[in-house]
Structures are given as structure tokens and as C-alpha cells.
């Protein structure tokens, strides 16, 4: 570096001392000849640097180079500041002085920030404060796209709802971690690998029958995912090497994708005080799935529409458990525990425990012409009605209409209208009075009622089908990593001190 230049580097000195990357020392010592200079001398040595700027574009180190002096905010954007931001997230932690702490991200979101008067005529910046991180983008992504404008959602740039229409869950898993669908053969070879690993294992089992069965199943699912990372015999003892390689971290969704059907089907089964039930060789995912869970082969139309359920609940950007299963990632943790932390954010009603919640309401109401009562009372309680409403669809949820024609098929199949109609009354008389849409959680309750899942399993089912989206987010993050760590404005008491 030091041999390309005739000059020193030249730093503005701000923006120098920011970074904890680079010192002077590190610097002098690796050969590099540096001098800070004071901004005011900045623009004399410009003729200079750019001598050294010709350097590096002849030796082809540099892509471009700037015709005239930049404004600051258009050389953030000219440097990609937001990918360097990433890079850098996590290295930076500066004191500027005694009473302000000013960091990189303070910087991006310089624009984000007002001036409030806390005295009259003393004014402080206040950051924006982004509350629940509603509409803030924090990263990519090229797993799934959530488009609520279209009221599309695209996994690896396919519409859910031709993927529903036309895969199995296994083609769709196989797409969310390997970014393709698979051909004939490898859908072949892969289901050969998941078949492998569909057994409960003996101490799993023994781990599960250990917790209450007043425990909710999520309880019960979050145990043996994280005994089944504890068992890892390549997890290594050191949380050194616990974060694993991308292709043992692949090999390790392809197990626990397979591994939890027998759990959540044993779960149920043991609820109802029944026996575990050896998986089927001969059976697809969704098939040997309602096979384990009640001992007898179900109908096409009901595999079919347990089917689409799976690949609509699979993936769906940065909702709350996948964000936590990226910020466990992001620690450089292992993928069981992101899983595992996934598990617990997924088990909040305001999340996937929705669809539990929304056969408590049926139950509840009990029938259609009982709904206007019961949600004008409802509504005086300012209850929140669960399976209707999404933080990003505003407009109605993308993956609702696959999901009720699935229902359809189902209450047609077990000649169930009254669950149609309550179904139609509760949704038409809501949206009505609240504008406010059914989710994805809204059809798959009653489906998975009607198909013979108790309501506490509907979670865990959500489990089931959401592992593979996790799991592509663990490997994605794990890709091109920087540590999540947001910032907080304090709000609590002013520096006080113990009494002596
Ligand atoms: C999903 C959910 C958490 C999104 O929340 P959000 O984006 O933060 O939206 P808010 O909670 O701020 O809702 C905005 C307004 O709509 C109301 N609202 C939203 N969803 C509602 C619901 N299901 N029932 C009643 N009112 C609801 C809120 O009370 C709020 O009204 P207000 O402005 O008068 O206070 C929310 O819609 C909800 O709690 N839904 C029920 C749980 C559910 O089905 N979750 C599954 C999601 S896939």
C-alpha cells in the first residue's frame, strides 16, 4: 500500500478517529506513511491525493474516481455507506466528549433525528425513535420478498401461491435453502435424505416426556430442538466453533426439518394419552406427517390442503421469530439455539400462536348468527381480534386466499358449512366495521381443526413449516455477518449516586 502512494494518506480527522479498525500505530507499523491533516489544509492537499488517486486507478485498485469536491451527504451514498455501515457495525463505539456519544448509525440516521428544546432557547437532538422497528429496513435478503403494495409474496422469486398450487413442501424447502427448485433428481435424493431422519430419537422422546403435560407444546418443541443441538455430535465443545460451516449448517436444517413432524405428532398423541407412532418410508412429508400424528392414512384432499399450509407458512422475511433467529446468529451462536429462540418468539399470540387463538374465538362464538353480539362486545372491550391484522400487509394478507380456498376443499370434505359460515360472518362483519384483514392464521386454524390437530398443536405446527424459512435466515446471516445491536434513548432517571 505505502509503495502505490507519493503521498501520505490523508484522513479527515473526525472521521478518522471514529474507527476502531485502523490506529496510527497499527498503521506505521504495517509501513503505511500517514499524517492527519486539519481540515483546513484538506483542499491544498487534494492535488496531491489526487496524484495518488492516478496511482491506484493505474494499477487498477480503483473502480472510479470523482470529477470535483463531493458534498458529505452524496459521498455516503457515492461510498455505499449503508454496506459499510454493516461492515463496520459493532467495531465502532466512540466518545466524542463527556456529554454526547455519537455513533455510526447516529450518523446514517442523522436525517432521522430532531431538535427538541428541552430548556427554553437549549436544544438536543432526539433520535426518531422507530418503535417496534415498524418500517425500518435492516438488512437483505434474497429469501423471500414481501410486497404489500402487490400483496405479493415471492420465496426465491416464485408467488407463494403458485408454489402452493404446484410443489411439495419438500421441493418448497429445498428452494428456500438451496435458492433453486429441484429436479426430479435431487427432489429424489433429497427426500431419501429426509426419510433418514424422520425417527424420534430415544432420548428426545425422554426429554419430551419429561415436560408436564399441562406445558404448552411449544414448550415441548423448544426442549427437544435443543437437546437435539445438544446431541450435535459435530457441535463442538467451545462456542468457539459452535457457529458451524454453511454445509453443516445445511446438513443440520435437513435433520431438524425431518425430526420435527414426529415431534409435534408425538406431542399430540401423548396429550391424548396415546402411543408414539414409527414413521412410513413410503410416505411424502405432509403424508408420513398425518400418519405419525393419527395413525391412519389421510385422505388426498386433506394431505393436499396440509400441504399448502406448510409452504405458506414457511417463510416470511424479517417477522419477529426470524429476526430473532438472525440476532441470535449474528453473536456467531449456533442454529439450535436460533431455532430455539425462534421457537420462543413464535409462541406470542401477537406471532404464531394467532392461529391457536383463532379457534378460541370459534369457540367462543360458538356460531355464525352469534357473531354480531359477540364482536359488538368484543369491540366495546377494545379486544384485539386474533388472525386479523399484519404489520405489513395493511390491505390483507397475501397467502389468505390460498389458504381459504384449502379450507374450502376441507369443509367440503368433512361437510362442515357451519365452520364456513362462522368463518364468512366473523371476517365480513370485522372488516366491515374495522377495515381491518384476516392474516394467514385466520383459514388455518379452523383447517387444522377440521382435520383433527388439537388447537394447542397448531403452533407448534407453525414450528414445523417455519424451520426451513429460520434456517435459510441462520445460513443467509451466518453468509455476511454483522452483529445486531441496535441503540436505545435512555428515558430513566439522571446520574445519581448510592447514599454513603
Ligand atoms: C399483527 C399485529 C400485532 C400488527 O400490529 P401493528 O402493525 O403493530 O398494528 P397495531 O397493533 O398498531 O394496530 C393498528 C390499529 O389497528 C388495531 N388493530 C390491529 N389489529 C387488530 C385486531 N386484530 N383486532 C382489533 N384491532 C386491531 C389496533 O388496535 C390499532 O388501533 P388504534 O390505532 O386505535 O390503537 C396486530 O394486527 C394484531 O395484534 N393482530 C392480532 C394477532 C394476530 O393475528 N397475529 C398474527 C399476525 S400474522
Same mark, same amino acid.
Given at each position: 500500500?505505502?509503495?502505490?502512494?507519493?503521498?501520505?494518506?490523508?484522513?479527515?480527522?473526525?472521521?478518522?478517529?471514529?474507527?476502531?479498525?485502523?490506529?496510527?500505530?497499527?498503521?506505521?507499523?504495517?509501513?503505511?506513511?500517514?499524517?492527519?491533516?486539519?481540515?483546513?489544509?484538506?483542499? @491544498?492537499?487534494?492535488?496531491?491525493?489526487?496524484?495518488?488517486?492516478?496511482?491506484? $486507478?493505474?494499477?487498477?485498485? /480503483? %473502480?472510479?474516481?470523482?470529477?470535483?469536491?463531493?458534498?458529505? +451527504?452524496?459521498?455516503?451514498?457515492?461510498?455505499?455507506? *449503508?454496506?459499510?455501515n454493516r461492515f463496520d457495525s459493532g467495531v465502532f463505539n466512540f466518545t466524542l466528549d463527556n456529554t454526547a456519544k455519537r455513533t455510526h448509525d447516529a450518523v446514517a440516521e442523522r436525517g432521522a433525528q430532531r431538535r427538541v428544546e428541552v430548556h427554553e432557547g437549549v436544544t438536543m437532538t432526539e433520535p426518531d425513535i422507530k418503535k417496534g422497528l415498524a418500517g425500518v429496513v435492516v438488512d437483505t435478503t434474497a429469501i423471500s420478498k414481501v410486497n404489500p403494495e402487490t400483496n405479493s409474496l415471492l420465496y426465491r422469486g416464485y408467488p407463494v401461491q403458485e408454489l402452493a398450487d404446484t410443489q411439495s413442501?419438500?421441493?418448497?424447502?429445498?428452494? /428456500?435453502?438451496?435458492?433453486?427448485?429441484?429436479? =426430479?433428481?435431487?427432489?429424489?435424493?433429497?427426500?431419501?435424505?429426509?426419510?433418514?431422519?424422520?425417527?424420534?430419537?430415544?432420548?428426545?422422546?425422554? !426429554?419430551?416426556?419429561?415436560?408436564?403435560?399441562?406445558?404448552?407444546?411449544?414448550?415441548?418443541?423448544?426442549?427437544?430442538?435443543?437437546?437435539? =443441538?445438544?446431541?450435535?455430535? *459435530?457441535?463442538? #465443545?467451545?462456542? /468457539?466453533?459452535?457457529?458451524?460451516?454453511?454445509?453443516?449448517?445445511? +446438513?443440520?436444517?435437513?435433520?431438524?426439518?425431518?425430526?420435527?413432524p414426529a415431534i409435534v405428532a408425538y406431542g399430540q398423541r401423548r396429550r391424548r394419552g396415546q402411543e408414539l407412532i414409527a414413521p412410513r418410508d413410503d410416505l411424502d412429508y405432509s403424508a408420513n406427517f398425518l400418519w405419525m400424528t393419527f395413525g391412519e392414512e389421510a385422505d388426498d384432499v386433506v394431505v393436499d390442503a396440509f400441504n399448502r399450509s406448510m409452504i405458506l407458512y414457511a417463510e416470511h422475511s424479517f417477522n419477529a421469530s426470524t429476526f430473532t433467529?438472525?440476532? @441470535? %446468529?449474528?453473536?456467531?451462536?449456533?442454529?439450535?439455539?436460533?431455532?430455539? =429462540?425462534?421457537?420462543?418468539?413464535?409462541?406470542?399470540?401477537?406471532? #404464531?400462536?394467532? $392461529?391457536?387463538?383463532?379457534?378460541?374465538?370459534? %369457540?367462543?362464538?360458538?356460531?355464525?348468527?352469534?357473531?354480531?353480539?359477540?364482536?359488538?362486545?368484543?369491540?366495546?372491550?377494545?379486544?384485539?381480534?386474533? =388472525?386479523?391484522?399484519?404489520?405489513?400487509?395493511?390491505?390483507g394478507d397475501s397467502r389468505v386466499p390460498t389458504m381459504k380456498a384449502a379450507l374450502d376443499t376441507l369443509v367440503a370434505h368433512y361437510g362442515r358449512e357451519d365452520v364456513a359460515a362462522l368463518y364468512d360472518a366473523l371476517e365480513s362483519q370485522f372488516v366491515e366495521r374495522k377495515g381491518i384483514h384476516p392474516n394467514l392464521d385466520y383459514p388455518s386454524g379452523p383447517a387444522y381443526s377440521l382435520i383433527g390437530f388439537d388447537t394447542l398443536t397448531f403452533t407448534p405446527l407453525f414450528v414445523a413449516a417455519?424451520? %426451513?424459512?429460520?434456517? !435459510?435466515?441462520?445460513?443467509?446471516?451466518? #453468509?455476511?455477518n454483522a452483529l445486531i445491536r441496535p441503540l436505545s434513548h435512555y428515558d430513566g432517571p439522571d446520574e445519581r449516586h448510592v447514599a454513603r
Open positions: 500500500m505505502a509503495a502505490a502512494l507519493d503521498v501520505p494518506i490523508l484522513a479527515n480527522m473526525t472521521e478518522f478517529g471514529k474507527s476502531e479498525l485502523f490506529s496510527v500505530d497499527a498503521l506505521r507499523d504495517a509501513g503505511v506513511r500517514m499524517v492527519i491533516w486539519p481540515v483546513s489544509l484538506l483542499r @491544498i492537499a487534494m492535488g496531491a491525493a489526487g496524484r495518488a488517486l492516478d496511482t491506484l $486507478n493505474d494499477e487498477g485498485h /480503483l %473502480t472510479s474516481k470523482l470529477g470535483e469536491m463531493q458534498h458529505r +451527504a452524496d459521498l455516503y451514498e457515492l461510498i455505499d455507506y *449503508e454496506s459499510y413442501f419438500e421441493a418448497v424447502a429445498y428452494l /428456500l435453502w438451496n435458492g433453486e427448485l429441484p429436479t =426430479g433428481d435431487e427432489l429424489a435424493a433429497f427426500r431419501l435424505e429426509e426419510r433418514k431422519h424422520r425417527a424420534l430419537a430415544d432420548n428426545v422422546k425422554a !426429554a419430551i416426556d419429561l415436560v408436564p403435560l399441562e406445558a404448552h407444546p411449544m414448550d415441548e418443541v423448544r426442549t427437544a430442538v435443543s437437546l437435539i =443441538g445438544a446431541s450435535d455430535p *459435530e457441535a463442538g #465443545g467451545s462456542v /468457539l466453533d459452535a457457529g458451524g460451516s454453511p454445509e453443516q449448517n445445511l +446438513a443440520r436444517s435437513i435433520r431438524l426439518f425431518a425430526a420435527l433467529a438472525r440476532v @441470535i %446468529t449474528s453473536t456467531l451462536s449456533d442454529i439450535y439455539s436460533a431455532v430455539v =429462540g425462534a421457537i420462543g418468539a413464535l409462541k406470542g399470540p401477537l406471532h #404464531g400462536g394467532a $392461529n391457536e387463538a383463532v379457534l378460541h374465538i370459534f %369457540t367462543e362464538i360458538g356460531s355464525a348468527d352469534a357473531v354480531e353480539a359477540w364482536l359488538d362486545k368484543a369491540l366495546a372491550e377494545k379486544r384485539k381480534i386474533m =388472525g386479523f391484522g399484519h404489520r405489513v400487509y395493511k390491505n417455519r424451520v %426451513t424459512g429460520w434456517t !435459510a435466515h441462520v445460513i443467509e446471516q451466518a #453468509g455476511a
